[in-house]
């Protein structure tokens, strides 16, 4: 089955998302403005494009691994999530963990954006759960090793 994201260019120098290579499960995202991230910083980063994606899917923003090893810059509500209605401009919310400032330039991939497909469970309050060998083990109940 072949799905469709269509993308509209809201600005003249937005790049259309792409794969950088067959088999990635990530589009590149692209900033269309420069703008410096100090240390500390937060900033949000436009993409000149709109979005509307296929129905019952999502669109996640992650980082991208190389920015993060390299430049301590990752998104930072990660995993953003575009719901299939929103069709405004896709803005990625970058943060600077590193202890240098960082140039975000014109055209640079800023992001990665996957398309997933969304499940919607019936809701149903019930009195109790079902119990499993985890129970309420939470935090490290799985050990180190």
């Keep these: 089955m072949h799905l469709l994201l269509k993308i509209y260019k809201e600005h003249p120098e937005a790049k259309v998302p792409s794969y950088a290579h067959p088999g990635d499960a990530g589009l590149d995202l692209y900033s269309i403005e420069e703008k410096i991230i100090e240390p500390g910083q937060i900033q949000l980063i436009h993409t000149g494009i709109k979005i509307e994606l296929p129905k019952d ?29 929103y069709r405004g401009e896709i803005g990625v919310i970058l943060i600077n963990h590193g202890i240098e400032s ?9 992001a990665q954006m996957v398309v997933k497909p969304i499940v919607r ?24 090793h």
């Design 102 to 110: 960082f140039l975000v330039e014109k055209n640079m991939k800023i």
């Design 57 to 85: 899917t999502e669109a996640q923003i992650r980082p991208r691994s190389g920015l993060a090893l390299k430049h301590g810059i990752t998104v930072l509500n990660s995993p953003g999530t575009i719901d299939e209605g």
């Design 121 to 144: 469970p019936n809701i149903i309050e019930v009195e109790k759960l079902t119990n499993t060998e985890r129970s309420e083990g939470g935090f490290g109940s799985s050990g180190t």
